[in-house]
């Protein structure tokens, strides 16, 4: 096998220029979906409850953010796939990508995973639910108390990790087909997608999970944690890349694509709970996202090209993995059985907002960046 990953663009751009590797409009829109995810879990009513609201601004709360959190992994998932993708140069090794991507996730993992054991975790957690997390294999495991362990949103990690070791293979793979039907195949990975909750409903038992979601955990995991599933979506980012660099997009603009990615969210409202995490939101997201680098790409400019917007794109990352242990350390003090009025609830939400902001930029500063500046490259 060789030691070489060959990352060419796609057989229809060859001999054209190389296309920049910066995209900075979804560096800004990556913070956008990591706040979605902030969101929902600032919305769940547990147990135990995490939104500080009561009555009827509990039922509102949970209803508007009910499907954000799925619909911003679904788009980190994409985007890891077309990112990765058009930024591929022939010459790189295996190992070094390997190595550079497992720096990028591990280090805010192992620190973050660190203090929720220390804040909450170690209380309940055995070495059964904590080492799998530590190691990001949790998610391998159908068991909600070891793919929620210690800190819940790492589970998507496991996914990650195994969507960097597929990538080399797959783009080896997906490169080849003929640019005359990539869209062919995004519309087979559309309904592939689509398929699995419904053979989750039809094939697995039903139920509730403790924490209240409307399906057994058996099932929730089977469509939304399990990493060669949610491969698809990683796949669907790559041939959307593809389809983008061979010119064969359609004459979509922004506004139009995020309309239709409006819709989508709208729909994942009011679908059967399993539909609503990625089955009717994969194929617009992926349009957005391809909408948005061509835009890019023409050089035309952009609210999300604001240095504050790229900032917080820098440290989405960072984010969404302390917001989860603030969220749950914060109300946890508060008492999870608390609840408050509107102008209380807000409060609570933008303390929520300003220290998982602080910490974001502080494990940022201090571990993610010095720690891609001293391991990503190779000491020989």
């Not at 879990?41 to 939104?51: D, F, K, M, R, V």
């Not at 960097?164 to 559309?190: E, I, K, M, Q, S």
């Not at 608390?338 to 409060?347: D, E, I, P």
Request: charge should be positive; aromatic fraction near 14%; hydrophobic fraction near 55%.
């Amino acid at each position: 096998m060789s030691r070489v990953l060959a990352l060419a663009p796609a057989p229809a751009a060859t001999g054209s220029p190389v296309l920049p590797s910066r995209l900075p409009s979804l560096t800004g829109l990556r913070f956008f979906a990591a706040l979605g995810v902030f969101f929902f879990h600032s919305s769940l009513t547990g147990p135990p409850a995490l939104t500080p609201f009561d009555g009827r601004a509990r039922e509102i709360w949970a209803r508007i953010w009910s499907t954000t959190g799925s619909i911003g992994v679904s788009f980190f998932f994409l985007l890891s796939g077309f990112v990765l993708t058009h930024a591929a140069r022939p010459g790189l090794r295996k190992r070094t990508f390997w190595r550079r991507r497992v720096v990028k996730l591990f280090p805010n993992h192992a620190v973050t995973w660190a203090l929720a054991m220390v804040l909450f975790a170690a209380a309940t957690s055995t070495w059964q639910q904590w080492l799998p997390n530590l190691l990001m294999v949790h998610a391998w495991f159908p068991y909600l108390d070891v793919y929620l362990s210690v800190n819940p949103p790492s589970w998507s990690l496991a996914c990650e990790l195994f969507f960097y070791l597929c990538f080399p293979f797959l783009h080896a793979l997906l490169r080849r087909v003929d640019p005359a039907r990539l869209w062919a195949l995004a519309l087979v990975l559309t309904a592939a997608i689509a398929l699995v909750p419904a053979a989750a409903y039809g094939l697995l038992p039903g139920g509730t999970t403790p924490n209240g979601f409307p399906v057994s955990a058996e099932q929730f995991w089977a469509v939304y944690m399990f990493p060669p599933v949610r491969t698809l979506e990683f796949a669907l980012g790559i041939v959307t890349a593809l389809i983008v660099a061979a010119g064969k997009l359609p004459r979509i603009g922004v506004p139009a694509a995020s309309a239709l990615a409006l819709a989508a969210w709208i729909g994942s409202m009011n679908v059967p709970w399993l539909y609503s995490h990625s089955a009717v939101t994969a194929l617009p997201l992926a349009l957005l996202i391809a909408a948005i680098a061509v835009r890019d790409l023409g050089g035309a400019g952009s609210v999300l090209h604001h240095p504050a917007l790229l900032w917080l794109g820098e440290v989405s990352f960072a984010f969404y993995m302390v917001h989860g242990t603030v969220i749950t350390s914060v109300k946890q003090l508060m008492g999870f059985e608390r609840s408050f009025a509107v102008w209380q609830g807000a409060a609570i939400v933008v303390l929520y907002l300003g220290l998982s902001l602080a910490l974001a930029w502080l494990l940022y500063a201090v571990v993610e960046k010095p720690a891609m500046r001293a391991w990503s490259r190779s000491r020989r």
